[in-house]
């Protein structure tokens, strides 16, 4: 991972460029987390990455360095109740709006995570895979990632019984079975269990 795509924005004349990433569009359960991370320029981080290829010993390593050491840095969360009223691509789009607005010191320039954007007010670039080759995004992707991993372990205390401090939200024979066995809590996106209800019909809801 290097600096190439930062260094050109800053030598298009942006000074305050942040990387842009989301976590938690696939999950059947909680919000949809995203992040804006402006790095100090050249700063070496060792181990930055795409979260997806860090351990959780790891990302939370890296959570600590990386907010201890930005420039600035936000994030953002939209609720299961939103994803369901305005769908999760807006969700996640509105998640990253905001996560940017929200930066203490204001963003000029954005690279965001992915191949689409919409709402952003400042000039940016989508960049496919970007967690894994700019440092701002990779920073934005753990920033992301453990926001809401430990949202989710707070969650599992609320809601004991569905493993939400092992699988996070997302769907797995475990959470399958704790929805036959409870049906959906508070925090269920309930547009996601279409599936899960067709299949399963008797299900409690």
Known sequence: MTWEYEEKAW??????VCGVDE??????AGPVCAAAVILPAGIGIEGLNDSKKLSEKKREALFDVITENAVAWSV???????IDQINILQATYRAMR??????????????????????LALPHECVVSGDAKIPSVAAASIVAKVTRDRLMRDFAARYPGYGFERHKGYETRAHDAALLERGPCPIHRMTFLKKFYEKHPEAPR
């Open 76 to 82: 953002s969360l939209v609720d299961e109740k939103t």
């Open 11 to 16: 030598a298009a004349g942006y000074s305050a």
């Open 23 to 28: 976590a938690g569009r696939g999950p059947i």
């Open 98 to 119: 905001q996560a940017v607005e929200a930066l203490p010191r204001p963003a000029d320039f954005a690279y965001v995570d992915g191949n689409r954007s919409e709402g």
